[in-house]
DNA sequence: TTGTAGGCGTTATCAC
DNA sequence: GTGATAACGCCTACAA
């Protein structure tokens, strides 16, 4: 048992444990609690000697304003939220990184909310969470355009992250990822491959429908395409490997890095060698993917660049100011060592 | 230029889009503002046909309680605050998307506070985290042990994970990395390696000081050590491997995960066999590591028990409630493909 | 059961 | 410049 919460023997004996507010502090520098308050916040002028006071008593009490309070008042949080849909995936942790910093530098904090891929939970998950504060980033890849729709007037200042939204009453932040695709497929072409897997994400996945998309309107005259279910994680691609050596293709398009690093993995424990028997290729580019063995071949999404960017236009929403124009972000192929010419066969 | 902020044309002509307030509520629905809150908190009996004019009204105007202003009331947030020394290592990840998920059953929520290694800002950025929550988990092992002493009353409730503190105030999470080392060292010695290197983390690192000591009071007699300072991130296990190959060791005991993926990396580049020429091992077990090629050889640390442990235990001092022994985690080797016998040589 | 009234800790608008 | 005083939006004794 613990005796952690049990009152040590006191020590101050005058004053009861009372909770020191701005009214305690404002009584023992003998001032009135506005004048406290205008020390504290320092717009208003006030006379040095009472400010002084007012400091040193603040000081001696360990006086601090309460956020709540003050959010009460000032009808501002001082927060913002980011909702993910998995909080577990590499590929916010980079965007968190540097929203927590951007919003950071304007003193704003973030909270995070994490909706585990749960559609049903979602969109309450981003009503709560907007409401505890200033505005919202929402990462919200597999809600129904519909829905987000009718639940935008509730988010609002609120920025769209990684999805699109025709006609968003929000600004918007997407990723091209027909291109990544188209990128990639020329590519692969060019380096002789005619007969491709590509490795499906979640069919709830908007991105995903995108990358099929233009897999699909491609596929038929230049190559062949092989359709595989399979996922979003690590585990997904590592055991989707072994379906790979049946359907006799020379290169794989994974639905992204993870899955990439799976079928790395796989691969290599079935003695399939990368890229001379079989090439393969991943989306996003998160950090660690130059460093697997060999080094993937990758679209690079300026993850970096998304959490900023978000802030900014956030940023701009919540004082009412102009707002940045939407953008699309144009990933870039990144050759590594995952891909190489076609086996002869 | 956007014009997103702009009103639409006004639709509703009569209330003049006046705050749907408990206010606004109790005069839709002819009752007193205490019969709303009554309705919507559910706890006091209330007559039902007037707690159906409220439901209605209050779904009709979209009515819902400011946070902010329950907080006041309540005097508590529903919110709990995670300060990490930095969000970009991937160490965290597992740790808030667990300890997002325990709150969240609790219908708790998570602020996230990112030091950035900012030594400097620390205290602060704790003591001002913690002031807009009712808790906080703090992970802050570069942060001096007196400093944390003079800080904890004023973040307590609050637990402390991933260091030590010894007389800790607080409920505290820790790995025993000198036993991980130990089982790292047997691992090792039991293959023949007599001359390892370790790859040292951050010397402001008390993580990175626990592994050290443990491993020069082994070394001398039945093997040698040699230390390379190196960091904690794929960038600078990357860089340091260079060095490995002059220093004729035979095997790499790296600060962490990351740096240890950085190595098998750069190792595989220099055409350095893992493990027939040099073993190779990490620490922490991060997700993806069982993926490398090699997979690795790491001691795991049970990152996915740190959110809930944190949790539960924060959760019982806000109660003020019997919180449970503080644990120190016992971390288990796994052995991988980047560990085997020392070369012959 | 329901309403009245006061309080949660600040800030902001006034007079002085 | 400074001090009352009224918000901010909700909760909860207490009284009816």
Redesign the interface.
């Given at each position: 048992?613990?005796n952690?919460?049990l009152n040590g023997p006191r020590e101050d004996p005058a004053p009861a444990n009372e909770p020191v507010t701005i009214g305690l502090v404002a009584r023992a520098a003998n001032v009135s609690r506005a004048t406290v308050s205008r020390v504290m916040n320092g717009n208003t002028k006030v006379a040095p000697h009472l400010a002084d006071r007012v400091r040193q008593a603040a000081q001696e009490l360990?006086y601090?304003p309460?956020?709540?309070?003050r959010?009460?008042a000032l009808g501002r949080?001082g927060?913002v939220a980011m909702l993910v849909p998995d909080?577990?995936n590499?590929m916010f942790?980079?965007i968190?990184?540097r929203l927590?910093?951007a919003a950071?530098d304007q003193n704003y904090?973030?909270?995070?909310?994490?909706s585990?891929e749960n559609l049903q939970e979602e969109p309450l998950l981003a009503?709560?969470?907007r409401?505890?504060c200033d505005g919202l980033v929402l990462c919200a890849p597999r809600m129904p355009d519909e829905q987000l729709r009718e639940l935008a007037p509730?988010l609002s200042p609120f920025v769209l992250i990684n999805r699109e939204l025709p006609e968003s009453?929000?600004?918007t932040l997407t990723i091209d990822f027909s291109a990544g695709i188209r990128d990639i497929l020329t590519h692969l072409l060019g380096l002789g491959h005619r007969r491709l897997a590509y490795l499906a994400g979640p069919d709830t996945s908007a991105s995903n429908h995108a990358r099929l998309e233009t897999l699909r309107t491609s596929a038929g005259k230049e190559f062949d395409l092989v359709e595989l279910p399979c996922g979003a994680a690590?585990a997904d691609g590592?055991s989707v490997a072994d379906q790979l050596v049946d359907i006799d293709v020379t290169a794989v398009i994974a639905y992204n890095d993870?899955v990439a690093?799976?079928v790395?993995?796989r691969l290599?424990e079935l003695g399939i060698s990368v890229p001379a028997q079989m090439s393969v290729v991943g989306f996003d580019d998160i950090?660690?993917v130059?460093?697997?063995?060999?080094?993937l071949t990758t679209v690079s999404v300026p993850l970096d660049q998304l959490g900023p960017q978000a802030w900014s236009r956030l940023w701009a929403?919540m004082r009412?100011v102009?707002?940045e124009?939407d953008v699309r972000f144009r990933p870039r192929l990144e050759v590594r060592g995952s891909t190489g010419p076609a086996p002869r066969d």
């Open positions: 048992m613990s952690r919460s360990g601090e309460s956020p709540v309070a959010s009460l949080t927060i909080l577990g590499p942790q980079g968190l990184h927590t910093e950071g904090r973030l909270l995070v909310a994490d585990n009503i709560e969470a409401r505890r509730r009453p929000a600004p690590f590592h993870l690093f799976g790395l993995s290599h950090e660690f130059r460093y697997t063995t060999p080094p929403l009412e102009t707002v124009p």
